[in-house]
């Protein structure tokens, strides 16, 4: 089955820095990414939809300049989140989709805490 | 996309079916209906999708209602490890963002 890996699974770091999260389609290749935001006790909510090659479309609220996008291939993008604040902890999770009427697959998700 | 209403929760003896429920009146005719479901602390796993017609896959039964207004997934033997947040999803075709609601809290009991 479609497999979608995400790295790193947990990051802790002091506020300030800036974190990357890979995600990476292991056996298909993903012409489109997604990347949602969960805080605790609430549903996913999705920040940016990624096409590879072209600049990500970020939803209403999502600062584009504090979330940078990259899907340089078709089996990567990335996540940077720069000069992370604690208000910034939460969990990230991405997702990948085939071409066709196949549906999407879910990384294992990154839990950022910024001290 | 439209919109779909859940249950906040269900209990489920283990060993026997779970039914969840699902409603999307305002369903359009080219919406499928997509199930995913998230173990706590991991990202979400996805179950199953239909159209019109009943799927069935190694996970899971999904039964859409004729008019296409109702689903309900269906795990047919519950073991501990289905306890989980289980949404339901309408969306048009396989392209697009996926809106996640509240789901349903499935915990499956010994």
């Known amino acids: 089955g479609a497999v979608v890996s995400q790295h790193p699974s947990w990051v802790i770091c002091k506020s300030g820095t800036s974190v990357k999260i890979e995600c990476r389609s292991l056996?298909?290749?993903?012409?489109?990414m997604f990347w949602y935001r969960q805080f605790p006790k609430q549903s996913l909510m999705l920040m940016a939809t990624s096409n590879e090659g072209s600049k990500a479309t970020y939803e209403q609220g999502v600062e584009k300049d504090k979330f940078l996008i990259n899907h340089a291939s078709l089996t990567l993008s990335t996540l940077t989140v720069t000069s992370a604040h604690p208000e910034d902890s939460s969990f990230y999770i991405c997702?990948?989709?085939?071409?066709?009427?196949?549906?999407?697959?879910f990384g294992d998700g990154t839990r950022l805490s910024i001290l | 996309d439209a919109k779909t209403t859940q249950p906040t929760s269900m209990d489920c003896a283990e060993g026997r079916a779970a039914n969840l429920p699902c409603n999307h009146s305002t369903i359009s005719g080219n919406e499928y209906v997509y199930w995913y479901r998230q173990i706590h602390s991991q990202g979400p796993q996805y179950i199953i999708h239909?159209?019109?017609n009943n799927e069935t896959n190694e996970m899971a039964s999904l039964i859409i209602t004729e008019d296409r207004k109702s689903s309900t997934l269906i795990l047919p033997h519950a073991t501990l490890r289905d306890t989980a947040v289980y949404y339901c999803i309408v969306r048009v075709g396989s392209q697009g963002n996926l809106i996640f609601g509240k789901g349903t809290k499935l915990s499956v009991k010994p």
């Open positions: 056996d298909f290749q993903a012409t489109t």
């Open positions: 997702s990948a989709s085939h071409e066709g009427d196949q549906p999407q697959h």
């Open positions: 239909g159209l019109k």
